[in-house]
């Protein structure tokens, strides 16, 4: 159903605060793990942002955060790319939902933990083999639970959403 993405909920980034900072990411976003990514002319290069994804068990509206820890439906990871020198179209600004919803720029998997118990992560991203980001879901300024009730309230959350919880810090800024 519906791809939702967190930006700025790791200590590290800047500008980060308390504030739920989201975004809607289109479907055609997805792409398998270890699937071959085509880079679109306009895109010159990518952020790697290495996450962990949850996905909802239910429809909710409204919900508590108390009462969000009971929705989850498991766990996966995902690269969440970000295309920070997209080229403009006649000088005007790239939104946001370019920069984050091009074909292939949300890869999932390989695995999805059906486990709806809240736990802790250690996030590893690695580029040809060399580690570029590291972080753990501990040092998340916002945890799962205040993010599907904060996000409930705008809209109402189906059933296999997947929410992409933000990243840590990058090592390196693009490749």
């Given amino acids: 159903n519906k791809l939702i993405g967190i930006g700025k909920n790791y200590p590290s980034h800047e500008n980060s605060n308390q504030d739920i900072n989201f975004f809607l ?4 976003a997805l792409i398998a ?11 010159g290069s990518l952020i790697a942002e ?4 949850v996905v909802l068990s239910k429809t909710v509206k409204n919900i508590s955060p108390e009462d969000a820890k009971k929705v989850i439906l ?8 970000s295309a920070r020198d997209v080229q403009s179209f006649q000088g005007e600004k790239i939104p946001a939902s370019i920069k984050k919803s091009s074909d292939g720029l949300l890869p999932l998997g390989p695995y999805f933990l059906l486990e709806d118990e809240l736990k802790d992560f250690t996030i590893k991203t690695y580029k040809n083999k060399k580690l570029i980001q590291k ?4 040092e998340m300024i916002n945890n799962i639970p205040k993010l599907i009730s904060y996000i409930s309230t705008f809209f109402t959350l189906k059933r296999f959403d997947l929410i992409a919880t933000g ?9």
């Fill in 50 to 53: 290495g996450e962990l994804a």
């Fill in 167 to 175: 990243t840590p810090e990058p090592k390196t800024k693009s490749f």
């Fill in 25 to 28: 990411m289109t479907n055609n």
């Fill in 33 to 43: 793990h270890k699937k071959k990514l085509h880079l679109q002319k306009k895109i």
């Fill in 74 to 81: 498991g766990y996966t990871i995902c690269n969440d790319f």
């Fill in 135 to 138: 972080g753990s879901t501990r």
